[in-house]
Every structure is written in C-alpha cells, then in structure tokens.
C-alpha cells in the first residue's frame, strides 16, 4: 500500500499470517482470519466469526480499541467499486436499524472488494 493512498484514508490488505501472529490473543478456539486490512495504523480483520476493527488512538499509539461486531448484528452492506477515474473502493455496513452506515472504510485498488464482499455475503446472510 503506498503511503499517499494511504493517507487519503485508503486501506490495502495485509498478510493473514502476519495478522495470526500479532492478534492471536485476540480470536477464539475455532477463529480463523479470512481477509485483513490496514490503513496507516489501524487494521480491520475478516474473520469466519466476526469483523474486527483495531483503533490505535494517541500519537504515541498507546491506547488501542478493538470492535468486534458480529456478522449476525450486520443488518446490511454496500460496496462501491473504483470508477474509471477513482482511486478507492467504498464499503458500507450497517448494525441494526441504523439509518447511516456504521462503519466505512475506503479501500485502493489494490484490494479485490468482491473478495470483501464475498466473506461479509457467505457471514452474514
């Protein structure tokens, strides 16, 4: 991911085994990550159990939030693809009966948003 995308707030995919390294503490027995994203220093986890978005807040990076949602709270989701001249794709989720989306995350090219959308399909539904 390059630094530019990823100041513009678009997050690129990391490697699942380096993300079973550093979150190992954080799944349960039988919890597998199925896609991971980052996005400067935050990083949000796919897993066959949950969603998982890690918050590093402070400048130091010492305080971090871990949300886990579950993908039975997800009411609903939208992807939005990258256009001829867009540089991201978009991905909106909504918990419960919310009216705005919950969560929002921009991605780059580089990251197959039908793979995303796949795993939140196969969870989810």
Known sequence: MGLFSALMGNAGSVDTNKLKEQYAQLLIENEEIELGFKLIRDTFIFTNKRLILINVQNLTGSKIEYFSVAYKSISRFS??????FDLDAELKIWIGSEEEPSITKQFN??????????ILAHYSL
Do not use: W
């Open 79 to 84: 992807i939005e693809t990258t256009g001829m």
């Open 109 to 118: 090219r580089s990251v197959n948003v039908y793979e995303v959308q796949r």
